[in-house]
C-alpha cells in the first residue's frame, strides 16, 4: 500500500468520515487497551497531549494504546459502522504517539449481520504499511464493496490516536418507501458536501449531521467577510428527489448568524465537483432570499418552488455568518 501526501489524498475532502459516533459508530472489541481506551479511537476532536497526565495505568493518551507485548502475536480493535458503507480511504493517525506507536498496521473488513464471531470471513482492504511517529497515514482503498465492520491490526502493539474511515454511505434507496418523506441531504441518507466559499471554522458537511448542533463549533460558519458579496455552500444529495420543504437551523448563533439565505439547485449530469463550483452560480432558485434570526430552527414550505428531480443545492448565507443544520425533506425520484 502507498502512503499519500494530504494534498493528493481526494477521498479526505470528497468523502463522509464512516467512522463517527454521530452515526452510530462504536469500537466494540480490542485484544488489549490497557493504557488508552478503545473508544478514543474515533473521537470526532482532533487528539490532544497532555505532558503531566498519568493514570493508574501510566501515561495517560488520547487514542487507544494496548501494553508491550512479551510474546508472538499482535493487537487489533474492531469497529462496527452505525451505517454500512462503501470505503475510499482511511487515515490512520499516530498523533502524539512518538516512542510507543506500531511499526505498522493493516485493515480487513466485513459485512455481517449483529458483530462478526470466530467463523466471520474477513477481506483485507489496507495491506501492511509502515507507520512513523506523530504523523497522518493517509491510503486509499480500491474497493466497491459495503462493509459493515472493520479491523484495525497493529503490529505487533502499540498506539494509534485516530482512525478515520472516508466512504458513502449505502442507503440501499431501492428499499425505500418512494412516498416517504426523508431529509434528502442528511448525512445518514449519503449527503456530503462539495465545496463552500469559506471553511474558516467549520465544514458544511457538518451541517447535514443527525441532531441539532451540540454548539457553535458543530457546524458551518465562514469568517467576516470584509468584501462585497456573499458566502455559499455546495450540497451534494445522498438521491435524486423532489424537495419540498427547507429547514434552516441556525442553533447556538447568535452574534453570528446570517442575516438572510437563499438556496439554489439543479439536477446535475456530468462535469466534475470542481466545474460544480462555475455551474451552481446559475442554477434555479429553490428557495427565494428569506431572513434569519438566532438560535432558531426555520422551516419554509409554501416558500420553496417546485422544481421537479434535483441532485445538488447550493445554499447562499448573506452575507456570511454561521449554521448548526440544513434539511431538506422531499421524496426521491426513481
Not at 512518538?98 to 473488513?109: H, K, R, V, Y
Not at 432558485?285 to 422551516?299: C, D, F, G, V
Request: proline content about 6%; hydrophobic content about 35%.
Amino acid at each position: 500500500m502507498t502512503l499519500l501526501k494530504p494534498e493528493n489524498a481526494d477521498f479526505v475532502r470528497r468523502y463522509t468520515d464512516l467512522a463517527q459516533p454521530s452515526l452510530g459508530s462504536e469500537v466494540i472489541y480490542a485484544t488489549d487497551d490497557f493504557f488508552a481506551d478503545k473508544s478514543r479511537l474515533i473521537d470526532p476532536a482532533e487528539p490532544v497531549f497532555y505532558p503531566d497526565r498519568y493514570d493508574d495505568n501510566g501515561k495517560w493518551m488520547d487514542g487507544w494504546e494496548s501494553r508491550r507485548k512479551r510474546g508472538e502475536g499482535y493487537d487489533y480493535c474492531i469497529l462496527r459502522l452505525g451505517l454500512p458503507g462503501i470505503v475510499h480511504g482511511v487515515n490512520i493517525d499516530t498523533s502524539h504517539f512518538t516512542g510507543n506507536f506500531p511499526p505498522a498496521a493493516s485493515i480487513d473488513a466485513c459485512n455481517v449481520e449483529g458483530d462478526p464471531d470466530e467463523q466471520t470471513e474477513w477481506t483485507e482492504i489496507v495491506a501492511s504499511v509502515s507507520l512513523g511517529a506523530s504523523r497522518h497515514h493517509l491510503v486509499a482503498v480500491d474497493s466497491d464493496a459495503t462493509w459493515s465492520h472493520l479491523r484495525l491490526n497493529i503490529y505487533p502493539d502499540g498506539g494509534v490516536a485516530r482512525l478515520r474511515v472516508y466512504g458513502e454511505i449505502n442507503c440501499n434507496w431501492d428499499a425505500r418507501d418512494p412516498d416517504e418523506i426523508v431529509d434528502l441531504a442528511a448525512l445518514v441518507n449519503g449527503g456530503r458536501g462539495i465545496a463552500a466559499s469559506d471553511q474558516h471554522y467549520g465544514s458544511p458537511t457538518k451541517t447535514l449531521a443527525p441532531g441539532r448542533g451540540v454548539n457553535m463549533g458543530d457546524g458551518w460558519e465562514t469568517r467576516r467577510r470584509r468584501e462585497p458579496g456573499n458566502d455559499w455552500a455546495i450540497i451534494a444529495l445522498g438521491h435524486p428527489g423532489v424537495v419540498s420543504t427547507v429547514e434552516v437551523d441556525t442553533a447556538h448563533f447568535k452574534g453570528n448568524y446570517p442575516d438572510r439565505c437563499s438556496v439554489q439547485a439543479a439536477h446535475v449530469t456530468g462535469g466534475t465537483e470542481q466545474s460544480l463550483v462555475t455551474q451552481s452560480m446559475f442554477w434555479r432558485t429553490l428557495l427565494p432570499e428569506q431572513k434569519l434570526s438566532m438560535h432558531a430552527i426555520h422551516s419554509f414550505t409554501d416558500e420553496v418552488e417546485d422544481l421537479g428531480p434535483i441532485t445538488h443545492v447550493r445554499l447562499n448565507i448573506i452575507p456570511d455568518g454561521g449554521i448548526s443544520r440544513l434539511r431538506l425533506f422531499g421524496k426521491i425520484s426513481r
